[in-house]
C-alpha cells in the first residue's frame, strides 16, 4: 500500500463543522476508490472516481457526502454537517488502469472522530 | 446487498500451529481477494483469486477460490507473531463496469488473528 497518501491520520469534529479528507493517489494512478470502515466491521464501498469524474457513488450517502478527484491535486472527501455516526476510519485506495481489484493499493486512512 | 460472513471471527493460536479462515455468501462473485490489516493501517492484499476452483498460494499462505463462487477460504501454514492482524475478505460482484464486474468490493467482516509466541 505505499504510495496512497492521506491526509490527515486523525480528524476530530464538532457535530455540525465539516469534515475534509484528503487523498493522493499513487503516482500515475487515475482510479481513487472511497471506503468506510467502522468499529469491527470490514470496508463498505462509498465512490468510485476517475479524474474529473465520478464513476459510481452508490455507496455515498446522498446528502452531506461529496466527493471529487480533480485533473489537478488529490481527491477530496467532504462530509458536512457531520453528526457522531459519521465517526469512522475512511480509507483511499488507487488503481493504474481498468481491471481495478488487480492492484488496488490502500492508504493509512483518515480516522474521523466527531464530538 | 450482498453479503459475505466470514469465519471466525477470532483465533487465539500458538506460534507454529496452521490456521484456517473461509468466507460464504449467497451471490456468486467473480473475484475474490484477501487482506490483511494491522492496526491504524490500510487492507494490504495477500492473495487474489480469479477463476472458480482456483488454489493459489503466497508463501505460507494458501487460498481457493470455491467451485461454486460463492465461498473462498484462507489458510495460513506455521503461523509466526507477526501473522497478528485482521484477515479480511473480499469479492467482486458480477454486473456492469470492466470484464463484467463492477468496480467495488465487497468486504467481509474479518477474522481477528492472535499468534501467542
Known amino acids: 500500500n505505499a504510495g496512497v497518501m492521506q491526509n490527515p491520520r486523525h480528524l476530530v469534529r464538532r457535530r455540525g463543522q465539516e469534515a475534509r479528507l484528503r487523498c493522493s493517489p499513487v503516482k500515475g494512478h487515475s482510479h481513487v476508490y472511497w471506503y468506510r470502515q467502522l468499529p469491527e466491521e470490514g470496508l463498505k464501498f462509498m465512490v468510485y472516481?476517475?479524474?474529473?469524474?465520478?464513476?459510481?457513488e452508490s455507496g455515498m450517502p446522498k446528502e452531506r457526502f461529496s466527493a471529487e478527484f480533480p485533473k489537478e491535486g488529490p481527491s477530496i472527501l467532504r462530509i458536512q454537517q457531520v453528526v457522531r455516526g459519521d465517526s469512522a476510519a475512511y480509507f483511499c485506495a488507487s488503481s493504474p488502469g481498468q481491471r481495478p481489484n488487480e492492484k488496488l493499493f490502500f492508504g493509512s486512512g483518515t480516522q474521523l472522530s466527531v464530538l | 446487498g450482498q453479503q459475505l460472513n466470514q469465519s471466525p471471527q477470532s483465533m487465539f493460536i500458538q506460534e507454529g500451529e496452521d490456521v484456517s479462515m473461509n468466507c460464504t455468501s449467497s451471490?456468486?462473485?467473480?473475484?475474490w481477494l484477501w487482506y490483511k490489516q494491522d492496526p491504524g493501517e490500510g487492507p494490504v492484499l495477500l492473495i487474489a483469486l480469479y477463476k472458480a476452483g482456483e488454489l493459489t498460494s503466497n508463501g505460507r499462505l494458501t487460498a481457493q477460490f470455491g467451485i461454486t463462487r460463492k465461498d473462498s477460504f484462507l489458510n495460513i501454514s506455521a503461523s509466526i507473531p507477526s501473522d497478528v492482524g485482521i484477515y479480511f475478505c473480499?469479492?467482486?460482484?458480477?454486473?456492469?463496469?470492466?470484464?463484467?464486474?463492477?468496480?467495488?468490493?465487497?468486504f467481509g467482516t474479518g477474522t481477528l488473528l492472535a499468534v501467542q509466541p
Open positions: 451471490s456468486i462473485f467473480n473475484t
Open positions: 472516481l476517475q479524474k474529473e469524474n465520478i464513476i459510481d
Open positions: 473480499a469479492g467482486q460482484p458480477p454486473g456492469g463496469g470492466y470484464g463484467g464486474a463492477t468496480n467495488k468490493l465487497i
